[in-house]
């Protein structure tokens, strides 16, 4: 999300090169805690959020620092990528801890790509321990399951009046309708934990937020695929939360497509992809979304064959199914 700052050095088998310039280390927790309140930071995004930005933004990263060793006198902190290679940090102020072999660790970057597919300039805001982060948010989900439990039990934000109207999205800001989600996922999957439920709600609505796709249609989408089962695996080899094929994680980068930030951020990107193609051929309405649903469940090569949804009962149903569980939610009556 805005001159370009060149690598100092060939990335040679680590890598690209993230260029970055530490402005202020957050040497305790309660420094942390408070760049967090001020960037308004909710939920840390995984390393893909680095790898597919566009445009500039403050985000909180969630990842592994391999080790640091520092080169021509400048720091290098070593952050593990979505392709299990790594991107070398500069970080001149970098803190102790982030010097071992291998560390679980919080970033707060401001990052900015000025062109698709140009050079990332990223600015290191703070870092903090991924345990001393849990243990945080672990007391903050506990607070926010019990106040999603007053609220009601639906990801709906609001629901548009009833009969055949346009569908509406929510308007709650990211940080009230979060736990609305996790509060349903954890619902209509009770043998989730309540801390399991919320990450599968952040990274839902999270991605679905960056990538312009309606929260409410993944939300339909995941439980046609999966009924929020991370570890679902279908007899032909589909994977998590939303089912990704081998092929479709390796094409987005993932290495674990039974995580669950790996596999949304997946889901979001084929679907609103999908999406993309056939709006530029039928417009936004029922049609395109029909379509995408197919493509997403038979792929694009079975559309195309087909010159619509295919004649396949499972793909008709799953589109029917899809639709229905999206109107649902919207307040929609189809």
């Known amino acids: 999300m805005p ?5 100092l050095w060939k990335p040679l088998a680590f890598g690209s090169v993230l260029a970055i310039a530490c402005l202020a280390q957050a040497q305790t927790l309660p420094e942390y805690l408070k760049l967090r309140k001020k960037y308004g930071i909710k939920a840390a995004a995984g390393v893909a959020a680095l790898d597919t930005l566009f445009g500039s933004r403050v985000v909180e990263i969630a990842g592994t620092v391999k080790g640091s060793f520092t080169i021509n006198g400048d720091h290098v902190v070593l952050l593990e990528r979505t392709d299990g290679k790594t991107d070398m940090v500069h970080a001149a102020n970098a803190p102790d801890w982030l010097s071992g072999n291998e560390v679980r660790a919080r970033l707060i970057v401001s990052a ?15 870092a903090a321990s991924e ?3 849990s243990q945080v948010e672990e007391e903050l989900r506990q607070a926010e399951a019990a106040a999603a439990a007053r609220r009601p039990k639906s990801p709906v934000a609001y ?9 509406k999205l929510w308007t709650l800001p990211v940080s009230e309708v979060t736990p609305i989600y996790a509060a349903y996922i954890h619902k209509h999957n009770p043998r989730l934990s309540s801390g399991e439920a919320l990450h599968i709600a952040e990274a839902l609505v999270g991605f679905s937020v960056q990538y312009g796709v309606d929260a ?22 589909a994977m998590g939360l939303g089912q990704l094929m081998p092929g479709t994680a390796r094409d ?16 979001v990107r084929e679907i609103t992809n999908d999406l993309k193609r056939y709006e530029k051929k039928s417009g936004k309405g029922l ?3 029909a379509l995408a649903l197919a493509a997403y469940n038979a792929g694009i090569g079975a559309v195309a064959r087909a010159g619509g949804v295919p004649p396949y009962r499972a793909t008709q149903n799953y589109v029917r199914k899809v639709i229905r569980l999206y109107y649902g939610f919207c307040g929609i009556r189809s």
């Open 3 to 7: 001159a370009r700052l060149l690598p």
């Open 112 to 126: 900015k790509r000025e062109t698709v597919g140009g050079e990332l300039e990223a600015t290191l805001i703070g």
């Open 131 to 133: 345990i001393s982060i």
């Open 159 to 167: 629901r548009p009046p009833s009969g055949n109207r346009a569908r």
């Open 216 to 237: 409410r249609l993944i939300m339909a989408i995941v439980i046609a695929e999966s009924d929020f089962n991370p570890n679902e695996t279908s007899n032909k080899g």
């Open 252 to 267: 987005f980068g993932i290495t674990n497509a039974y995580d669950t930030t790996e596999n949304l951020y997946g889901t």
């Open 287 to 289: 049609e395109s979304l």
